[in-house]
């Protein structure tokens, strides 16, 4: 079973700040999935990648499948960003047996 | 909007009780996926069907059930209900079981009475 790290926890930051959270796991995989959970319990899916980065709006995803890591940065951060940030790895390939990371409760000051 | 319909989005029950959790998958996909996300355990996979077939197991209770119909949409049962069932279930859909993107429901939240 794919082991899943995120780090840190919790995160405070003020507004406009530049923020990263990162995600480790144990065993090699095809695509890593990054998703946001807002304070209401819904959860959307920010990126699915398997290779180099993705960028979305102010949200950026890195993946070094060698270093078996990934990165979520978020520029320029707002307040509404203000949620828990998962990173989930597949059993064997694809959306296969997710196992996910115990999320970053991430929150925005203005 | 993901395009996944949850229903019911809250249900209050009392132990030993059964329920079913509904899912319709988005416009398309043919993959659904059921989550548990507990405030011990996190998020964790239960079960998940390709076009009618069950195709992958986790970590689903045998009190648990699960299927997935020809129209696609999917119900969870869970019967005989413990205080710790209670949790958030998500569905989840995608178009095939590959690397492909997850689409969200908004969940059921459970109570255990």
């Known amino acids: 079973k794919n082991e899943v790290e995120q780090s840190p926890q919790n995160l405070t930051a003020q507004e406009g700040e530049f923020i990263t959270i990162n995600c480790s796991y144990s065993v090699g995989i095809s695509a890593l999935h990054w998703l946001q959970q807002h304070p209401g319990g819904g959860i959307v899916s920010l990126f699915m990648?398997?290779?180099g980065k993705k960028k979305h709006g102010r949200l950026i995803a890195t993946i070094n499948i060698q270093e078996k890591h990934s990165s979520l940065h978020i520029t320029a951060s707002h307040p509404r960003d203000s949620a828990v940030y998962i990173c989930?790895?597949?059993?064997?390939?694809?959306?296969?047996?997710?196992?996910f990371g115990t999320g970053t409760r991430l929150t925005i000051i203005p | 909007d993901s395009g996944v319909t949850q229903t019911p989005k809250h249900l209050i029950t009392a132990t030993g009780q059964r329920v079913t959790l509904r899912c319709s998958p988005r416009s398309g996909d043919l993959s659904v996926y059921w989550y548990q996300q507990s405030l011990d355990q996190g998020l964790q996979f239960l079960i998940q069907y390709y076009n009618g077939e069950e195709r992958a197991k986790g970590n689903i209770l045998e009190r648990f059930s699960a299927q997935q119909f020809p129209d696609l949409h999917s119900e969870l049962n869970l019967s005989s209900l413990e205080l710790g069932d209670s949790a958030l279930y998500f569905c989840?859909?995608?178009?095939?079981?590959?690397?492909?993107?997850?689409?969200f429901g908004n969940g059921t939240r459970l109570t255990v009475t």
């Open positions: 990648l398997s290779s």
């Open positions: 989840a859909s995608s178009v095939d079981v590959g690397d492909s993107p997850l689409h």
């Open positions: 989930a790895v597949p059993g064997n390939f694809g959306n296969e047996k997710l196992t």
